[in-house]
């Protein structure tokens, strides 16, 4: 079976706004990344310089914490994971495992400056969509926080 980047892109939250053309030329810049169920994605206080869309397969989230680690989240086919990090290359502020064996794609700093170089626009509309993700995810957090600053 052959793995089509622009299929996996397609349909998803982040590049709604793309035509498949422009999913195919996105992918140009991507890099596929496998990992084993059990694997450490990334560890918190990593070096953090990539986003990853997860392909297939599951992820999980953990926060470390005075009483040890804590499970924020799983995440399943299409999700986009470690997007402040592209951002800001600050260090990683959770650690993410594969539950199952995961196929990846990331973009990092490098492909993210290379498409910036060869398609600017298609950079910019990148960068756009991905304050919107981020801006509709921080959104989210506070509610949730008000809800338990309120228990």
Request: net charge negative; charged share 25%; hydrophobic share 45%.
């Given at each position: 079976m052959t793995f089509n980047v622009a299929d996996v892109l397609d349909?998803?939250?982040?590049?709604?706004?793309?035509?498949?053309?422009?999913?195919?030329?996105?992918?140009?810049?991507l890099t596929k990344v496998e990992k084993k169920q059990g694997a450490v994605v990334?560890?918190?206080?990593?070096?953090?310089?990539?986003?990853?869309?997860?392909?297939?397969g599951r992820l999980?989230?953990?926060?470390?914490g005075e009483h040890g680690s804590h499970l924020l989240c799983h995440e399943g086919r299409g999700r986009i994971v470690g997007e402040m990090a592209l951002l800001d290359r600050e260090r990683r502020s959770a650690t993410c495992m594969a539950d199952t064996d995961c196929t990846m794609l990331t973009l990092n700093d490098v492909g993210l400056r290379q498409m910036a170089d060869e398609a600017p626009l298609l950079a910019y509309r990148f960068m756009f969509n991905l304050a919107k993700l981020l801006s509709r995810r921080l959104r989210r957090t506070s509610g949730m926080l008000v809800e338990y600053l309120s228990v």
């Open positions: 349909g998803l939250e982040l590049f709604q706004e793309f035509s498949y053309p422009e999913l195919k030329l996105i992918g140009r810049f990334f560890a918190e206080g990593d070096p953090g310089d990539y986003i990853l869309i997860l392909a297939e999980s989230i953990f926060k470390g």
